[in-house]
């Protein structure tokens, strides 16, 4: 899996590279062909293997100082992005961190910071999977990301309402990447809406940070025994 990551992660920096150029030769066109091929071979056998570790519905607990809510993850419809999530899930990662970021109407985001403000980030960035049909209603789990598509580390966010313009827009004229989806919250939208309601003011570089910090207690996978 280790080499998968890294031959992945290659072709990525390949395709930013790429991406930030703006390049349009067709020696480039034929490189990304090639690069993009490669690629989805590595994605289809990193699939496997991300399917062998975690459950197909997968359910993740998530216990805050504003309360509890529990999470379905969409393993089939975003491989990568949920086999990384519940890595740092089971690597006792989120615990700690803060909710440093909340838009009242729009969302909640999280798992960034310690109640400082001290960024934490993980080595490894995501693929962007934000094509896979799943939309930013409200409830849905999300990976917040960089300008760049292919940023994704940590972070995650909470939708509060329907933000469909977060969704890809697919068009050969003005497309775009959007934010993966790649979850849900299926117990305790009172507390992810109890958090949304709480006191924020700038805190340094952020703008809508919460005056009490909210803090995540722990996350861990649901056991069903």
């Given at each position: 899996?280790?080499?998968?990551?890294?031959?992945?992660?290659?072709?990525?920096?390949?395709?930013?590279?790429?991406?930030?150029?703006?390049?349009?030769?067709?020696?480039?066109?034929?490189?990304?062909?090639?690069?993009?091929?490669?690629?989805?071979?590595?994605?289809?056998?990193?699939?496997?293997?991300?399917?062998?570790?975690?459950?197909?519905?997968?359910?993740?607990?998530?216990?805050?100082?504003?309360?509890?809510?529990?999470?379905?993850?969409?393993?089939?419809?975003?491989?990568?992005?949920?086999?990384?999530?519940?890595?740092?899930?089971?690597?006792?990662?989120?615990?700690?961190?803060?909710?440093?970021?909340?838009?009242?109407?729009?969302?909640?985001?999280?798992?960034?910071?310690?109640?400082?403000?001290?960024?934490?980030?993980?080595?490894?960035?995501?693929?962007?999977?934000?094509?896979?049909?799943?939309?930013?209603?409200?409830?849905?789990?999300?990976?917040?990301?960089?300008?760049?598509?292919?940023?994704?580390?940590?972070?995650?966010?909470?939708?509060?309402?329907?933000?469909?313009?977060?969704?890809?827009?697919?068009?050969?004229?003005?497309g775009r990447w959007?934010?993966?989806?790649?979850?849900?919250?299926?117990?305790?939208?009172?507390?992810?809406?109890?958090?949304?309601?709480?006191?924020?003011?700038?805190?340094?570089?952020?703008?809508?940070?919460?005056?009490?910090?909210?803090?995540?207690?722990?996350?861990?996978r649901k056991s069903?025994?």
């Open positions: 899996m280790t080499l998968v990551v890294v031959a992945a992660g290659a072709l990525l920096q390949m395709a930013r590279v790429c991406y930030l150029a703006s390049q349009t030769t067709l020696e480039d066109a034929q490189f990304m062909k090639s690069a993009l091929i490669a690629l989805g071979l590595i994605i289809a056998t990193s699939n496997a293997v991300a399917a062998d570790k975690v459950l197909p519905h997968q359910q993740i607990v998530v216990e805050t100082t504003e309360g509890s809510f529990t999470l379905e993850l969409a393993l089939r419809e975003a491989p990568h992005t949920v086999e990384h999530f519940v890595g740092l899930v089971d690597a006792g990662y989120y615990d700690g961190l803060i909710f440093h970021r909340i838009i009242g109407d729009f969302m909640v985001q999280g798992g960034g910071y310690t109640p400082g403000f001290k960024l934490k980030e993980d080595e490894q960035t995501i693929i962007n999977e934000s094509g896979n049909a799943l939309s930013n209603t409200r409830g849905s789990i999300a990976m917040a990301r960089t300008g760049d598509p292919h940023s994704a580390n940590s972070q995650f966010f909470i939708n509060l309402g329907d933000n469909s313009r977060l969704d890809p827009q697919k068009s050969a004229v003005g959007g934010y993966t989806v790649f979850g849900y919250v299926i117990e305790g939208m009172d507390v992810i809406d109890k958090i949304a309601l709480v006191r924020t003011a700038p805190q340094g570089e952020h703008e809508n940070a919460p005056i009490v910090p909210i803090v995540i207690k722990s996350m861990s069903y025994d």
